[in-house]
């Protein structure tokens, strides 16, 4: 008996670095379209190819160097920079130093009250004495949405 180009397609399953090529698209022109077809046919293959491409959405994407420094400068809060600047300076600069250390002081305690978090907490904490434990889990739930909205 014959077998059929379908059925032969479907005994010889691609490499996984060949899969692997298909998704990321590095594979073009005839060895593609072999993919495609045998893809089409195989439901173990299909399977693997779509549980790659979902796992593969769950990582972050690869960004450059100088992007991550960028990224990371605009998350620090500009009172713990000038807070461990002046500390820093308080060492360097003796006779200043009850001065810079006041000042980090005065720093670090704006940086803790401007805080995102202290601010949820406080919210949190008002909404449970207002209202209790309802209260605090609605307002847990807001701010849940509206951080898995940024991303």
Not at 41 to 54: F, N, P, Q, R
Not at 65 to 84: F, G, Q, V, W
């Amino acid at each position: 008996m014959m077998k059929t180009k379908t059925q032969i397609t479907r005994l010889v399953h691609p490499a996984e670095h060949d899969l692997a090529g298909f998704l990321a698209g590095t594979v073009t022109g005839a060895a593609r379209k072999r993919i495609e077809r045998h893809i089409a046919a195989c439901d173990e293959c299909l399977a693997a190819v779509i549980a790659a491409h979902e796992s593969a959405g769950t990582y972050p994407k690869k960004i450059s160097h100088p992007e991550r420094i960028l990224k990371m400068l605009k998350k620090l809060n500009p009172y713990l920079i000038l807070a461990l600047v002046s500390f820093s300076l308080s060492f360097v600069m003796p006779r200043y130093f009850i001065q810079l250390l006041v000042a980090t002081l005065l720093l670090g305690i704006k940086w803790v009250v401007d805080s995102k978090t202290t601010k949820m907490l406080v919210m949190i904490h008002e909404a449970w004495k207002n209202g209790g434990e309802k209260e605090a889990s609605r307002i847990l739930e807001k701010i849940e949405e509206r951080s898995n909205a940024r991303f």
